[in-house]
């Protein structure tokens, strides 16, 4: 099976932003085994849409279109599928009533009555609902091929087609399932994990590996053709790749580095907390955006200024003066003052220069001093950090929360 | 004038990678007036490419293709412009001493002679140098349009756009300037945003409107053609825009809503601190993002048990014991807690259930109390934001950051 992605919107063709909806898509049929063909982007003009939705369903089996469903003058989607299937728009009474509820919900304001027109399909459409927004999609089955069309908020898009679009192509098309795993790995680079690879390669017979570096990190991806009965081998691959990857490995698939850290806390029954400076609250947000985080994350303070370090962490103001907020000896203190305070058992601290301005010769721009107060004492490291203000906070939020990953591995 | 962007290759169409050189290319075209109407995505394939490259050339001016110029058998590009144009394919004799060259500068490994096809190029072609790679790219002119294929590396495709691609058509095209700046706004919905926009149309004669939603808020973008001399009419646009969209418009162009609180603290003098739960950090880590934060934003705490609410905030137990940690009560006093013991001017506290487990009838996930201490008292709000956990999170980041905005606007 063969699959078109139609996205829809001038922001997209302008540069505005990027067409992750199309990337998704594709990631997402690719499990199901359907092939993305070609990908479209034209503007919200009725005639545009439907012509590359004629042109799509010549050929494709599967055709999704994202955008263009809001309940402005420029959102033509609805109008442009109906132009090239030939039919006429109709209000679909039987939504009506959810719209409305949807709009008073949100802060009680009544529904603009200009609004009807997102309720306001293609004949032979049936309605996908959209739990995050207003405007429903559709799907509409023409000959051997279906159509879909869901809006281009991204969210929005994603809960539309795990909720709704690929339960019914599993369920309605003979898909043949691609099974991939992956392996998620911190602290080594791409070519030495490929080296890596060469004794392993011969054990991975029938499953297909790639490399895909993230910042910081790189996760090995492990993908093998045939569904089910492929299952086994997939997960020995896994399980040979984790084995010789050793603690570079800190998960698989959807673990992320803050679940890692979480669990491992868990089996200890350790409570953790932050003492941040450079990094402002990114890595107490990065720990706490996973869920049921309350049960081993217990509190964070954000000492950005030198009089907080003092006040919330009992930092001496002679150990600053002398060394300067970003040393060595104030990230030991931030964090052996938390621990002591707050009676959890390890705390991370990172002080350090962001950036763009601030840097010396001596401390640069990127330098960060971090530091974990465990049970068994308090280690400190020094980095420099590449990259902008954004990537040095994100490079420093991973790095030092894999030290404490590590750490919580091999503590006694 | 317009232009078609046709990038080719699997690993787009599979999803592996985001096609940033289609956005790259569509935001440098637009710089010259010429407006990207499709973007289209193909396979390695030359009879695929050759289509692709018809379709376009039927209805574009400038038709630019990115990828499939390497040396192996699944680059064809090449051929499928010389199919699409009835040309053959040449060697280009003048190009084989250049790319000799660059292979032996690449770690003196002598050429291989199959990458000969990099330099065989249709009938026709005026050669693109490529300053950082060993595949040229070319350009053809066809009627009135013109062709250009460059590699699909973004560093090398951007060295040759910029280097060549660009001042090719600023010298043999009429371009246009096209200028574009954003008013960005929160707080109002997209529908009672064009609902404003009625009275305002008229005096935005020759300015193009587009409302782009982001989650939360909304970017009304105003476009003018003709170069610097309407410079004048767009920013007389802008402040009309801005004018109309009152205190709901928070900047404009790249301006976010972190640097609008960080302005209005600076033009009064104050500094700030931030008191959270559900949000984890998320509030201090948003505003601590932009350069310079360290002049206005004082410290964050993330008191994410009770204990930490006790300790580190002040908060009574027994208020926590009567009304619940998710409470009116509690999200005062954390507010007014932390201003008393920091000694900012205003503190932004919030106590909610990001879920996904935790709520209940009366305190469902997503439900959140915010409050903001500032000198003129502490004002309370209750909000229900839709989504996971990560959009509630989001979602109270914004809202929040927003009302204290409004109240910096209002007080005395």
Known sequence: MNAHILTIGAEILAGDILDTNARDLAVAFRRLGIAVTRRVTVADDEERIAEAVRDALATAEVVILTGGLGPTPDDRTRGGVARALGVGLRLREDLVDTLRARYLSYG???????????????EGADPIPNPLGTAPGFRIEHGDAVLFAVPGIPVEMQAMLEGDILPWLRAHRPVRLLLSRSVRTLGIGESELVARFGSLFEGLEGVEVAFYPQTPGVNVKLTVRGGEEERERLDRA???????????????????????????????????ATAESLTGGAIAA?????????????????????????????????????????SEPVARAMAEGLRERSGVEVVVAATGIAGPSGGTPEKPVGLVHSAVAAPGGTRSWRSTHPGGRALVVKRTVRTDLNRLRLLLLEAP
């Open 238 to 272: 896994v399980r040979a790749v984790r084995e010789a990857m050793g603690t570079t490995a800190y998960g698989v698939d959807g673990e992320t580095l803050a679940g890692a850290v979480h669990d491992l806390l868990r089996r200890r029954g350790w409570k953790a």
């Open 108 to 122: 009680n304001r009544a529904m603009p009555p200009g609004n009807l027109v997102q309720v306001t399909l293609p």
């Open 286 to 326: 990065y720990l706490t955006a996973v869920p049921g985080a309350s049960l081993t994350f217990d509190r964070g303070v954000v000492a950005y200024s030198n009089r907080a370090k003092v006040d919330l962490l009992g930092v001496p103001e002679a150990l600053i003066a002398e060394h300067g907020a970003v």
